[in-house]
């Protein structure tokens, strides 16, 4: 395992995000708990010990779950990161209530990492509230020892990312950004490494393979791909092309298999940086994609929630991107389950507020209804 220094401690390159565990329904909190605590296990057996949760993940179970699974192992062996939930301006005067309650899921009496969960261009405001004096309380549970580091995870876009920096970047001591070779030039990561070195940060990746999605190209698009790449496998090139990137400390991936788990420790087993030749490969790749008109869903189900229809958001996004590349009208059909289709739509909306690419979703099934009928 590929270790990094960050102020003294030790942290494997690669980090088990916790939001993406095998289910046992369609609801995302029904998780499959014997697999779950499969995954965590060997994770830690191959030499991961960054381990990274929040509030919302899995229903509000991923916590729990995590803090279960770990409490085998000596607290000393691993570092536990949480976020504050703060993208719900009402947690905002619940904080100690909320912090307190983190910690007893995770069954533990510190986080080593904490985060504000997804400053965003939607969220910019209520974070930066001095009224609701958020940040000064967290810095109090820093002092009292209850957290080791504090950062944020962010979304928003340059300016706002810039306006958050300007007023806190001196209480931050990380920001972990969606960066991955589509991202580079797709949503500006390139700047957004570019601005973290300016302030002196360090960089935590979220989102490495879009949650699977660069893992799981249509085939025409992986033909091109082992062209190009005849040595890797689609998540060992995204990879290794972060393994590229100056002041990359942390990259995380929400594994949700133990064969994932191995093979991407594999990967992180020695570094294997992409050459100048093969950067500008990888990155020319996901421009190619980003034109291609494939919506760049990462799958994280923030939108799911609040959908009136209970409409499979993702996986219907998935068809549709599927859909670009075969043609396949009748294959599409068959993978939308019946009265969960696009044209259930009712556009409301509530899924662009929740999503955190700001992606135009009601525009999309629209499209996707179009072709299917």
Same mark, same amino acid.
């Given at each position: 395992?590929?270790?990094?220094?960050?102020?003294?401690?030790?942290?494997?390159?690669?980090?088990?995000?916790?939001?993406?565990?095998?289910?046992?329904?369609?609801?995302?909190?029904?998780?499959?708990?014997e697999q779950a605590e499969k995954i965590i296990d060997k994770a830690f057996e191959l030499g991961v010990n960054y381990f990274d949760t929040a509030w919302a993940y899995h229903g509000g179970r991923s916590e729990s779950i995590l803090g279960r699974a770990l409490s085998k192992y000596p607290r000393e062996s691993f570092y536990i990161s949480d976020k504050f939930p703060g993208f719900d301006?009402?947690?905002?005067?619940?904080?100690?209530?909320?912090?307190?309650?983190?910690?007893?899921?995770?069954?533990?009496?510190?986080?080593?990492?904490?985060?504000?969960?997804?400053?965003?261009?939607?969220?910019?405001?209520?974070?930066?509230n001095e009224g609701s004096a958020l940040i000064e309380y967290l810095l109090e549970e820093k002092a009292a020892g209850r957290i080791g580091h504090l950062g944020f995870s962010c979304h928003a876009e340059l300016?706002?990312?810039?306006?958050?920096?300007?007023?806190?970047?001196?209480?931050?001591?990380?920001?972990?950004?969606?960066?991955?070779?589509?991202?580079?030039?797709?949503?500006?990561?390139? !700047?957004? +490494?570019?601005?973290? #070195?300016?302030?002196? /940060? *360090?960089?935590? $990746?979220? !989102?490495? +393979?879009?949650?699977? #999605?660069?893992?799981? /190209? *249509?085939?025409? $698009?992986v033909e091109e791909f082992n062209s190009i790449f005849p040595n890797d496998t689609l998540p060992s090139a995204a990879f290794r092309f972060?393994?590229?990137?100056?002041?990359?400390?942390?990259?995380?991936?929400?594994?949700?298999s133990v064969t994932q788990v191995e093979e991407n420790a594999a990967t992180w087993s020695n570094p294997r940086p992409m050459d100048g030749e093969e950067f500008e490969k990888i990155v020319d790749f996901g421009r190619r994609i980003?034109?291609?008109?494939?919506?760049?869903?990462?799958?994280?189900?923030?939108?799911?929630?609040?959908?009136?229809?209970?409409?499979?958001?993702?996986a219907l996004l998935t068809v549709y991107n599927e859909l670009l590349f075969t043609n396949d009208v009748e294959a599409a059909r068959t993978a939308i389950p019946e009265g969960r289709g696009p044209d259930m739509c009712v556009a409301c909306h509530n899924c662009e507020k929740a999503c955190p690419q700001e992606l135009k979703v009601p525009g999309r099934l629209v499209e996707l209804a179009e072709k299917l009928s």
């Open positions: 395992m590929i270790y990094k220094d960050f102020k003294g401690l030790k942290l494997s390159g690669l980090g088990l995000g916790n939001m993406r565990f095998p289910l046992l329904s369609d609801d995302q909190s029904d998780v499959d708990l301006v009402k947690n905002m005067a619940r904080a100690r209530e909320i912090f307190a309650e983190q910690l007893r899921r995770c069954g533990v009496e510190r986080f080593d990492f904490y985060l504000l969960h997804n400053v965003s261009d939607n969220t910019l405001d209520g974070y930066m300016d706002g990312m810039r306006r958050f920096l300007d007023a806190h970047h001196n209480e931050m001591e990380f920001c972990q950004i969606q960066l991955n070779y589509l991202d580079w030039t797709y949503q500006h990561a390139r !700047e957004k +490494v570019d601005m973290l #070195r300016e302030y002196g /940060l *360090p960089v935590w $990746v979220m !989102e490495p +393979v879009r949650g699977g #999605r660069l893992s799981r /190209l *249509p085939k025409a $698009v972060l393994q590229s990137i100056p002041g990359v400390t942390m990259v995380l991936s929400g594994m949700s980003s034109k291609s008109g494939m919506v760049p869903c990462t799958g994280c189900r923030y939108c799911v929630a609040g959908c009136p229809q209970q409409l499979d958001i993702p």
